[in-house]
């Protein structure tokens, strides 16, 4: 745990962290005013929707399955109401890529060719404070058009000439920013991102033709939606900025989400840009809430389930009737391979295999998609371009013919396959060579060809717990055990290569805990983020302490 060596008050906010370079520029007495307002408007409802996420678990993991609600019928029934239209520099989103704010990937981003950057301080970004501080510096110094890098190579990295529009995606409500304390207890890490971003940079943006946007992560229903949109009423009145300024794309990446899709648009409808298909969390999601309701729910190896299964296209189509029907636009999920240079054979077949995703989801009625790299950006343009030529999207496109069905969103049974040994190991390997990665500062892992982020290792880590749970039997007949496992493990931590410097052990440790465990963390990140990254005295300790449970 790194040491803890300075801490300050201002406007009511306690500071207890090391000091990061030009952190002055960001956190002026001004900006933590601007976050203490928006903090102490909000904190006791992030705290009771937290406590109904847990509450909702509960119910979940006892029988009851989700469904559409019959309390917000009304919304779902009336035709009249749509979304705000398109914002600048939000029109036409064939291509966004995604990555996190470090300097080098701010930089490939925004040259990407893409339509639009999800500068990602969520998933792809370890919330450790010099990322979460240097993140916001990165952003000013892109919209100053003063970012550059030099790589120990000495390879250097600048802008070009012609930039996407740039869309933030802060932390979910679950993460606190132990650094940042108002009443000794820690501001939600969201609204740190938010904030900042947009106390420092909405002005930029409109003044550029663009505005200050976002993806909201890890929503899981409506009223959280609510939640965030009553934090955009209150930022847009206390800077003077027009209502409706701030533009929301939501992630649909929790199962409860999916049954409330209209009604987080309806909540946001004068701040929302769209609904995005979140695939990995998705998952991630669906083993969780059904970890320990039996064979119904137990997934195969995670390669193996694809947005092919029936209840995933279930999923993605009512994505794009809720979208389509409000106005909104609809956003696919991600590519996440990364090319090799050193196989061209390979590149070529995960290329088809991106062509094929992509051309399902533009034929669907998606209007963009996602990619982690920017050699992704042409062949995503590609095909969009072939569904949408001169169209800047096709909201248009209304999907009439799909029906509302909350009973598809569950049907898992008509995904077919298996549990093997390989997957297992596979599991086991990403689970803890990612953790490794994000405790070293890196959230976005490259690992055979694939980038990993939080939600594919929190899907690799999860299965593992579920399987031990279920007793699950492999193709091999071989049940699936705690101490069969724990061998495996053991093995798999021997091949891992080794460097100095390197947090394998560490990492290990928190793998165990969150896989193999009695019990069943909500978030791998929420663990590590406490064990690991927050920069408290001891005497801190305690009381920094998130008083619920994600």
Known sequence: MNTFTDTFTINGITLSAQPIHRQDEILTPDALEFLGRLHRATAGRRQELLQLRQARRTRISNGADPSFLAETRHIREDDSWRVAPPAPGLEDRRVEITGPVDRKMTINALNSGAKVWLADMED?????????????????????????????????????????????????????????????????????????HFFHNARRLIAQGSGPYFYLPKIENHLEARLWNDIFVLAQDLLGIPQGTIRATVLIETITAAFEMEEILYELRDHAAGLNAGRWDYIFSIIKNFRTRGPRFVLPDR???????????????????????????????????IPNRRDEEANQAAFEKVR???????????????????????????????????????????????????KALLDISGLHGTITEGGIRTNIEVGIRYIESWLRGNGAAAIHNLMEDAATAEISRSQLWQWIYASAVTDEGEIVTRPWLQELTDEEFGTLDRFEGDRFDDAREIFEEVALGEEFPTFLTVPAYARFLAEQPEKASERAKEPVAA
Not at 314 to 322: D, F, H, I
Not at 385 to 395: A, I
């Open 124 to 196: 792809s970004s370890t919330p450790s404070w010099g990322n979460v501080i240097r993140g916001q510096i990165n952003l000013i110094d892109a919209l100053e058009r003063r970012i550059d890098f030099t790589s120990p190579e000495g390879k250097e990295y600048r802008l070009g000439e012609s930039l996407p529009t740039i869309v933030v995606r802060p932390r979910g409500w679950h993460l606190p920013e132990k650094h940042l304390l108002i009443d000794n207890k820690p501001i939600a890490g969201g609204l740190v991102d938010f904030g900042l």
């Open 303 to 337: 390669s193996q389930v694809t947005m092919t299964a029936p209840f995933m296209r279930s999923y993605t189509e009512q994505l794009v009737r809720a979208c389509h029907r409000r106005g909104a636009m609809a956003i696919g999920g991600m590519a996440a391979f």
């Open 356 to 406: 094929a995703d992509k051309t399902r989801e533009a034929n669907d009625g998606f209007d963009g998609s996602w990619v982690a790299h920017p050699d992704l950006v042409p062949v995503c343009r590609e095909v969009f371009d072939g569904v949408l030529g001169d169209r800047p999207n096709q909201v248009d496109r209304l999907r009439e013919d799909v029906r509302p069905d909350d």
